[in-house]
Antibody
Framework: EVQLVESGGGLVQPGGSLRLSCAAS????????MHWVRQAPGKGLQYVSA????????YYANSVKGRFTISRDNSKNTLYLQMGSLRAEDMGVYYC??????????WGQGTLVTVSS | QSALTQPASVSGSPGQSITISCTGT?????????VSWYQQHPGKAPKLMIY???KWPSGVSDRFSGSKSGNTASLTISGLQAEDEADYYC?????????FGNGTKVTVL
């Protein structure tokens, strides 16, 4: 069974940093591109970042470029999102997601990031 | 990277068919046959319903169907059921990035 379990969310002050992790199991992690997608409270889904299967290519939404870094450790079956210079508009639930054929076929349950002083 | 445009809400009675539109540009929907649709119930993670415009993932009912014309994609739900009441999001590949729609709330009357 495919499982994606996010961790690392929490309360952080504006301008602060946070690192999210996503532990993957039930599939060959190193064979799939992975994504981070977020959802602000009461709002829609927003693409944040993606990384190809070997970590050699990364993609970012303009709103997070230069502040967030996506990475992966295929030996640990884990996806990461290092978030810096956090703003109120970065607040929301962050989902880890597996890509297959240009769609997300599995989602984690999400981890909540709150940016507030 | 502007969000794809979806109607805020669509409603229908049980058994009816409804269609949700998703309008993008020639840089996303119009260029690639890589549109996907997601269903999200309150407090839950999204669920993939359609990928590559018209294809069903395993386990998804064929009451859900997708199509595309020009810069607009559509999701049709046939034989509307109470459990279809949820938020629906379209998503398109846009060349090294992805863009989601703003979401449509489907209400079953």
């Amino acid at each position: 069974e495919v499982q994606l379990v996010e961790s690392g969310g929490g309360l952080v002050q504006p301008g602060g940093s946070l690192r999210l992790s996503c532990a993957a199991s039930g599939f060959t992690f190193s064979s799939y591109a992975m994504h981070w997608v977020r959802q602000a409270p009461g709002k829609g889904l927003q693409y944040v970042s993606a990384i190809n299967s070997n970590g050699g290519s990364t993609y970012y939404a303009n709103s997070v470029k230069g502040r967030f870094t996506i990475s992966r450790d295929n030996s640990k079956n884990t996806l990461y999102l290092q978030m810096g210079s956090l703003r109120a508009e970065d607040m929301g639930v962050y989902y880890c997601a597996r890509e297959r054929q240009a769609a997300v076929d599995y989602w984690g349950q999400g981890t909540l990031v709150t940016v507030s002083s | 990277q502007s969000a794809l445009t979806q109607p805020a809400s669509v409603s229908g009675s049980p058994g009816q068919s409804i269609t949700i539109s998703c309008t993008g540009t020639s840089s996303d929907i119009g260029r690639y046959n890589l549109v996907s649709w997601y269903q999200q119930h309150p407090g839950k993670a999204p669920k993939l319903m359609i990928y590559e415009v018209t294809k069903w993932p395993s386990g998804v009912s064929d009451r859900f169907s997708g199509s595309k014309s020009g810069n607009t994609a559509s999701l049709t739900i046939s034989g509307l059921q109470a459990e279809d009441e949820a938020d629906y999001y379209c998503c398109s590949y846009a060349g090294s990035t992805y863009v989601f729609g703003n979401g449509t709330k489907v209400t079953v009357l």
